[in-house]
């Protein structure tokens, strides 16, 4: 099993910024993908950005103000959330895709931290 523990959420002024940090751990093999979701109110979950071997992507709504960076020696995601929007309050969930040491490729979910963007 691999579990994933999340941090860095909280109450910002829109302007202000937030750093999430998202570590992986358990019987991991190897790790595909890190990266987050989000989900508002009376929203569908949508990917917020993730991090491959091969690069980084974003979504088109934070793109320029968001950025994902990953330490794979601690098996670690963080998302920098910079100049925040009060449409950008949702709950953040981290996400990892691994290949586990006994089941193959696997997914799994943070506990999800509530980021909210208001004066």
């Known amino acids: 099993q691999v579990q994933l523990v999340e941090s860095g959420g909280g109450l910002v002024q829109p302007g202000g910024s937030l750093r999430l940090s998202c570590v992986a751990s358990?019987?991991?093999?190897?790790?595909?993908?890190m990266g987050w979701y989000r989900q508002a109110p009376g929203k569908e979950r949508e990917l917020v950005a993730m991090?491959?071997?091969?690069?980084?992507t974003y979504a088109d709504s934070v793109k320029g103000r968001f950025t994902i960076s990953r330490d794979n020696a601690k098996s670690t995601a963080y998302l920098q959330m910079n100049s925040l929007k009060p449409e950008d309050t949702a709950v953040y969930y981290c996400?990892?895709?691994?290949?586990?040491?006994?089941?193959?490729?696997?997914?799994?979910w943070g506990q999800g931290t509530q980021v909210t963007v208001s004066s």
């Open positions: 358990g019987s991991m093999f190897s790790i595909n993908v």
């Open positions: 991090s491959t071997s091969g690069g980084r």
């Open positions: 996400y990892v895709d691994v290949v586990t040491t006994n089941y193959g490729n696997q997914k799994y």
